[in-house]
């Protein structure tokens, strides 16, 4: 078994405290995706686990073990980094039998981990290679490579992916994503794409500032945020924010007055809400549609559209500081200047309180997420 | 004027230049070959093209004085100062790169103020200590007090490299489970080659050529480096100097340098570089 956890694990560099006592359950197996912005502490987070930096307070286990005081190599962790970090002066080959060499294994069986690993990796041809000889993918590949043949308990993935280009990007993610259906291993994730979060985790942990917002599988995080970063965070183009005030709370509804002036009923737990109350309704991109000027939530001026191909995002200057963006079919005719109304069903919507945490949504139409919730 | 004769009067100007500095550099020791090859009165006739080419002095240089034990002498001195710099200042630049500890800034400032000192004024209190540990005139004495000489820019130049590898690099191999010294010894050692010729070369040069220490520290020929032997030649008679043998001397004992400095000078260029441009 190797599931880690995590207990009020902090983190001080001298009297800074960068990461504040995170709790953490990462299940055997599971496929963990840590992401936030940049600074919030989620490569930090990783390096503890690894050991490249000392826990300043708390208890970090993996398998049944308390790990804080051991070495990295005695954590049966193996770590792939961002710039792969490649011995330059080894071949492929010498590269990955570094640290079965260094742990003392007989040549054999050295080579025999190796040529596993160099199989499913591809990287066969290119075992004699310098590292200065491959591509950027290859490279990849390698550090890959040379984390699998220790056969650890829990990888390790410092945003590997951010050096390489978008195509290939996708490509490797695919091949990760295979990879961890092939080893099963308990893997940890860092990065600051939300795509790659989405796409590749079992779950989710969204962090800033050195504490830890939400956790929950990628589904949740998108239909049920906790709070307002969660929800900015999470979806691509981010999600809207209009200022409201609620007019009417009932048990399975609040009314709120958005700032144009219209009345929306959106089914929402509206418990400790009270008429009156400054609020934040949250519509994503995707969920707008166009409408009529005086059935639409919102209007305004269109300032930019942009042709995606497959869709197009209207920019709409619509009474916020922001703009607002929507999301519309991919052959729009909309052009710039022109005044719109955008409209979103009320189940698509999200509403937070005063101070950005969100309201549980009683409607919502998913039916994955349903079945998740329902067995989990 | 007319752009051909201005263009070529410009390159005609740059090759003059050149020609200048090169006469300026290497007309010395042109010279001194010149003159090793000759004998009697021919030395003090001046010529500037070889017109006789006899190797007495050549020889005679080894019959006045034991000059290949003083060669001898220089090599095992300056292969050992290659040796020991490079050793510490490798282990002190790990430390210093990589380690973070209280007072590091103030330690490598004095270890580079200590090559600001003039060799005269720690020559009394080094000979002292040399005489206190019973090393005085003796090889290791040398090659210990060139230490002093030698660690300031070893130490410097090698913390330099050492910081712009990747920490990366490092936390693989810490990860792979490489204790500190196989991080150095099987990581960054082989990356650091050129830095490690290039400083290693400087030492070598530094230790061959030195003077003030090699006549002060010793005090029989036997013991005797490259540099005072040949300060202390002397000829059959006090008004007598032998510039023959002083000549062919000096080419013998430059002409390893040159060789080892030809030998390096690709890596000697990419240590120098290396680090000033990101790739």
Known sequence: ?????????????????????????????????FVGPSGCGKSTLLRLIAGLEDISDGELSIGDEVVNDKAPKDRGVAMVFQSYALYPHMTVYENMAFGLDLAKRTKDEQRERVMAAARVLQL?????????ELSGGQRQRVAIGRAIVRKPKVFLFDEPLSNLDAGLRVQMRIELTKLHEKLKSTMIYVTHDQVEAMTMADKIVVLRAGSVEQVGTPLELYHH???????????????????????????????????????????????????????????????????????????????????????????????????????????????????????????????????????????????????????? | MNRNVKSLMMKAGFYLLVAAIVIFAVFPFYYAILTAFETGSALFDVNYLPESFSFSNYLSVFE?????????????????????????????????????????????VTILSVSMFPQVAVLSGMF????????????????????????????WILTAFMRELPRELEEAAVMDGASPWTVITRVFLPVMWPAMVTTG????????????????????????????????????????????????????????????VLIFQRRIVSGLTAGAVKG
Request: net charge negative.
């Open chain 1, 1 to 33: 078994m190797s599931e880690v956890v995590l207990k009020q694990v902090k983190k001080r560099f001298g009297p800074i405290e960068t990461i504040h006592g995170v709790d953490l359950n990462i299940r055997d197996g599971e496929f963990c995706v």
């Open chain 1, 124 to 132: 066969e041809e290119l075992l004699d290679r310098k590292p200065k």
């Open chain 1, 225 to 376: 945020p906790q709070n307002q970063f969660v929800a900015g965070f999470i979806g691509s183009p981010k999600m809207n924010f209009v200022p409201a005030v609620v007019i009417e709370v009932s048990q399975q509804t609040v009314t709120v007055k958005l700032d144009s002036g219209k009345e929306v009923t959106l089914p929402v737990d509206g418990s400790g809400l009270d008429a009156g109350d400054r609020v934040t309704v949250g519509i994503r991109p995707e969920h707008c549609s166009l409408a009529d000027q005086d059935t639409a939530l919102l209007s305004g001026t269109v300032e930019v559209v942009e042709h995606l191909g497959e869709a197009g995002l209207v920019y709409v200057q619509a009474g916020g500081d922001e703009l607002f963006v929507a999301r519309v079919t991919g052959d729009t005719a909309i052009v710039t200047g022109s005044s719109i109304g955008i409209h979103a069903r009320v189940e698509d919507c999200y509403l937070f309180d005063q101070n950005g945490q969100a309201r549980r949504r009683l409607d919502v139409d998913n039916e994955p997420l349903r079945a998740q919730l329902a067995t989990g």
């Open chain 2, 64 to 108: 006045g004085q034991p000059f290949g034990r003083n060669i001898f002498n220089s090599i095992f001195v300056s292969v050992m100062v290659v040796a020991l710099s490079l050793l510490m200042g490798v282990t002190a630049s790990y430390a210093l790169a990589r380690v973070k500890f209280a007072g590091r800034g103030l330690l490598l």
């Open chain 2, 128 to 155: 002292e200590l040399i005489r206190a540990v019973g090393l005085y005139n003796s090889m290791f004495g040398l090659a210990i007090s060139y230490m002093m000489l030698t660690l300031p820019f070893t130490v």
């Open chain 2, 201 to 260: 070369l400087l030492a070598f040069i530094m230790a061959w050529n030195e003077f003030l220490f090699a006549l002060t520290f010793t005090l029989t020929n036997e013991q005797r480096t490259v540099p005072v032997a040949i300060a202390l030649i002397s000829g059959a008679s006090q008004f007598e100097m032998p510039w023959g043998n002083i000549m062919a001397a000096s080419v013998i004992v430059t002409v390893p340098l040159i060789v080892l």
